[in-house]
């Protein structure tokens, strides 16, 4: 039996790895083709082209890599024509999948997108090209399965693969002697993005915020998780041409739960890691920047006010986010401080998080594997 797997960037690649392991359990001598990065990679997945190809957001971004990701596209779509799995799993990166999706649904390939669009929050209108491309769609929140239920798109629930991996109860103390830190002093970490592109416009501001915050804090220390060499270059270029070369930094390679486990606080641009800062129950403020056409394209498309996963799940702001205009140093800074100094506040935040850990965990990859097995006999 062969499986297509797509996933597009470092979130899309743990969620693959995860229903990858889980399938290969259930199904022995499953082979999985695709594209993947290393945890993938590492659980059996031969990934035809390099996952960093398709870590791109906004759409001037987009653009400017946009010959070279059309192409990658055709070549797969040949590719799965020429050598039929019996299903495509598209793991997230919905603007590369779906298009793929349609193309492989029309030649009879059964499809499975692995985690819904947003189409709740922005581009609703996503949900006519779905239901032409997608056999079945995998959501990890409760509230989307309605979506689909309504539009006749057949849809499983399986929560999120996040609350069933990281602990109820995260304990710092472990982590800081994991990280080798001490555990009187203040720490915050800093998680400017997995992409390049992200980090490229978010580094320059973590490290003026950085500065600002270490000038009226003596004792802290600043915890910078990186997913690859390219953005730890990207970073450090930034790091010494802004004067932060004195700043108490440590820059890690991966380590990101270690150093949100550890950290009292964390500065996360928006995205999956603001799921994973609430399920390790760290306080956090959500921020992000992008190209201004970009910015002001989404915005028109979007519906709801917030952006951030943990404050989308509550419906309502539980932590602060501060975006493009509003993301300056000045006001990440107050906001990062705010939220260290103010005990009941990080109670709350814990007690928050904590309902909505229980509300995730539901045996993901199981679920997942149940839905897609009926594709494989």
């Known amino acids: 039996m062969k499986v297509g797997i797509v996933a597009g960037e470092a979130s899309g690649d743990l969620l693959g790895a995860h229903l990858v392991k889980a399938l290969k359990n259930r199904v022995p001598g499953v082979e999985f083709v695709g ?11 031969n990934s035809l082209f390099p996952m960093e190809k398709l870590a791109v957001r906004g759409y001037v971004e987009v653009l400017r890599h946009y010959r070279e990701i059309v192409k990658i596209r055709h070549k797969l779509l040949r590719h799965f024509v020429e050598n039929p799995p019996d299903v495509f799993i598209g793991v997230d990166a919905p603007d590369f999948n779906l298009d793929l ?9 059964p499809t499975v997108h692995y985690v819904s669009p947003s189409i709740w929050a922005w581009r ?18 409760p509230f989307e399965k309605k ?16 609350a069933d991996m990281l602990p109820e109860k995260p304990n710092r103390i472990a982590a800081r002697e994991q990280l080798r830190l001490p555990q009187n002093d203040q720490f915050i970490a800093l998680l400017p993005g997995s992409r390049q592109s992200e980090v490229h416009y978010m580094a320059k501001l973590f490290v003026q915020t950085a500065r600002m915050i270490a000038a009226v804090s ?5 915890l910078v998780p990186l997913l690859s060499r390219e953005t730890r270059n990207i970073f ?5 041409r802004a004067g932060g070369g004195d700043l108490p930094l440590t820059i890690l390679f991966g380590h990101a739960h270690d150093a949100m486990t550890a950290a009292d606080a964390v500065l996360v641009a928006s995205g999956t890691a603001t799921l994973e800062a609430a399920l390790l129950k760290c306080p956090m403020v959500i921020t992000y920047k992008m190209s201004p ?23 309502r702001f539980i932590v602060p986010e501060l975006l493009q205009d509003d993301a300056t140093p000045e006001n990440l800074s107050q906001a990062v401080l705010n ?30 594997v149940d839905a897609i097995l009926p594709f494989l006999t």
Do not use: C
Request: zero cysteines.
């Open 293 to 315: 056409l970009t910015w002001r394209m989404m915005q028109r498309k979007k519906y709801l006010p917030y952006v951030g996963l943990p404050n989308i799940l509550a419906g």
């Open 147 to 162: 979506i689909y239920d309504a539009a006749g798109i057949p849809a499983t629930y399986v929560g999120h693969p996040s």
């Open 35 to 45: 594209i993947g990065g290393p945890k993938m990679q590492a659980a059996g997945v």
């Open 218 to 222: 003596p004792h802290v220390h600043f």
């Open 101 to 109: 999706e349609l193309g492989l649904k029309k030649k009879g390939i």
């Open 236 to 240: 450090e270029a930034e790091l010494y």
């Open 124 to 141: 609703g209108e996503r949900i006519h090209k779905i239901a032409r491309a997608v056999s079945h769609m995998l959501v990890l929140f």
């Open 339 to 368: 939220l260290v100094n103010d005990g009941p506040v990080r109670e709350k935040l814990t007690r928050a998080f904590s309902r909505l850990h229980l509300d995730l965990k539901q045996n993901t990859a199981e679920r997942a």
